[in-house]
């Protein structure tokens, strides 16, 4: 299997600020890498797919890059509506895997 | 507009067995391969199994957590995915979703995967 690993789990940040948060894969998965949002009780919201392609509809605050092993999601100037948890996921090979998610909290 | 809806969930002892339906609508229900995933309270996510296209065979994948316990199947004509779960064990506790993609077409970047989720349905298997 994939192991994703996700650094930080928590990041503290104020709004306006830009944040980083990085994916690393156990095995090379090209750029089959997607990002989601996630807010308590409600289900994840796709983000970035295919490690930099921004899903309809999303601010393009939002944007992802790398390939291979190393990708990174970033959110420049970050908005009260951004605080929340993130989760990177591989889809290169099943059984698909996530990272175990990066909690983003107000400073 | 696109929609999934679960529904199915609910307590359940362990051993015992529970069926989760995904109602799907706004798109063509034969065209996407639909997959489940899970959430534990306060944890993370995790892939539970898909099931491809009647094109593609109708056959489905699990994870190894679930293999043998769960089945997955799907009703062309009510658009419906389902989630058999047998032999529920505690640890299979969980907010569990359903989503979709166009597994075979998803490298053209026309159709990103998993853009849509369904609101989830709690089981919790306790005695």
């Known amino acids: 299997d994939t192991q994703m690993t996700q650094s930080p789990s928590t990041l503290s940040a104020s709004v306006g600020d830009r944040v980083t948060i990085t994916c690393r894969a156990s095995?090379?998965?090209?750029?089959?890498l997607a990002w989601y949002q996630q807010k308590p009780g409600k289900a994840p919201k796709l983000l970035i797919y295919k490690a930099s392609s921004l899903q309809s509809g999303v601010p393009s605050r939002f944007s992802g890059s790398g390939s291979g092993t190393e990708f990174t999601l970033t959110i420049t100037s970050l908005q009260p509506d951004d605080f929340a948890t993130y989760y990177c996921?591989?889809?290169?090979?099943?059984?698909?895997?996530f990272g175990q998610g990066t909690k983003v909290e107000i400073k | 507009e696109v929609q999934l809806v679960e529904s199915g969930g609910g307590l359940v002892q362990p051993g015992r067995s529970l069926r989760l339906s995904c109602a799907a609508s706004g798109f063509t229900f034969g065209d996407y391969t639909m997959s489940w995933f899970r959430q534990a309270p306060g944890k993370g996510l995790e892939w539970v199994g898909f099931i491809r296209t009647t094109a593609y065979g109708g056959t489905a994948e699990f994870a190894t957590s679930v293999q043998g316990r769960f089945t997955i199947s799907r009703d062309e004509s009510k658009s419906i995915a389902y989630l058999h779960m047998n032999s529920l064990k505690t640890e299979d506790t969980a907010v569990y979703y359903c989503?979709?993609?166009?597994?075979?077409?998803?490298?053209?970047?026309?159709?990103?995967?998993?853009?849509?989720w369904g609101q989830g349905t709690l089981v919790t298997v306790s005695s």
């Open positions: 095995q090379s998965i090209s750029s089959w």
């Open positions: 996921q591989q889809y290169n090979r099943y059984p698909w895997t």
């Open positions: 989503t979709r993609i166009r597994l075979y077409y998803y490298g053209s970047g026309t159709f990103p995967p998993f853009d849509y």
